[in-house]
């Protein structure tokens, strides 16, 4: 698949997660959150310590995500990143977009040797999807 083709199949998730999401506006676990808001797509934010992120009630794991989530956005530092693939494997997330500063090459390659659509190319969906800071 080319990268365009990637991003396509991310982006038909019928509802995203956001592993990282962020109560602090200025952080980027917060604006990919709102990102996908802005463009009117169903989102869950992910945070063992939010109640409420941006007016939505975040899932404490990546287990607690619903089942229409199968597109998550990663937002974590590298070594998080590698003990939350797994997790989302084993949740049946399809698709995993590991925002730049989030990749590690373990789990970039347990991804792609899970058949896991994987972007972390330093692709950044506030790009791709055009973010508006209001």
């Not at 590991?98 to 792609?112: D, I, K, N, W, Y």
Request: charged fraction near 20%; glycine fraction near 8%.
């Amino acid at each position: 698949m080319t990268s365009q083709e990637q991003i396509r199949q991310f982006l038909a998730s019928p509802a995203f997660g956001v592993v990282g999401a962020s109560t602090n506006r200025e952080k980027y676990g917060n604006k990919v959150l709102r990102c996908y808001q802005q463009n009117g797509k169903k989102v869950i934010p992910v945070n063992p310590n939010g109640a409420d992120i941006e007016g939505i009630t975040c899932a404490a794991t990546i287990s607690d995500l619903p089942p229409e989530v199968v597109s998550i956005s990663m937002i974590t530092p590298p070594a998080v990143t590698t003990k939350l693939v797994p997790l989302a494997i084993e949740k049946g997330i399809k698709n995993i977009w590991m925002q730049p500063g989030a990749e590690h090459p373990e789990a970039v390659a347990l991804c792609r040797e899970k058949g896991i659509n994987v972007i972390a190319d330093g692709s950044c969906l506030l790009v791709v999807m055009g973010y508006h800071d209001h």
